[in-house]
């Protein structure tokens, strides 16, 4: 996966780089189902020093969708898992999507197509 990160007001430290880099790696596993070369994730850290806040901003773009997701914290590592929760939880609904694991995954609905199967 092609990704680009930048820092607004900020001087990162080796952990934060390092949790970034762990981080983008998580999302790229998840990923594995998309080619490469078609997804491109953005990385954005901004600090604000009047209230001591770090705003990360993340954009995800795929072949069928575009994924975003913004955290604020006080702390730049919470505001970093935050917001790449929130990314893996929006890739997970979008491949869920795409497999069709809605229809096939309710119980209720399993059933009626059982049903269905059986009469023909």
């Known amino acids: 996966m092609k990704h680009n990160i930048e820092f607004k007001n900020v001087e990162p430290d080796q952990k934060t780089r390092r949790l970034i880099t762990r981080l983008i790696n998580k999302l790229d596993k998840q990923a594995k189902r998309f080619s490469p070369e078609e997804l491109f994730l953005r990385v954005v850290i901004e600090a604000n ?31 970093l898992r935050d917001a790449f929760v929130e990314i893996e939880r929006q890739l997970d609904a979008h491949k869920a999507t795409l497999t069709g694991e809605y229809a096939w995954k309710r119980v209720i609905r399993r059933r009626e197509l059982h049903k269905l199967k059986v009469k023909e």
Do not use: F, G
């Open 49 to 79: 020093p009047v209230r001591k806040l770090y705003q990360v901003s993340i954009t995800m773009r795929m072949p069928q969708k575009t994924l975003a997701t913004k955290a604020e914290r006080h702390e730049v590592t919470d505001s």
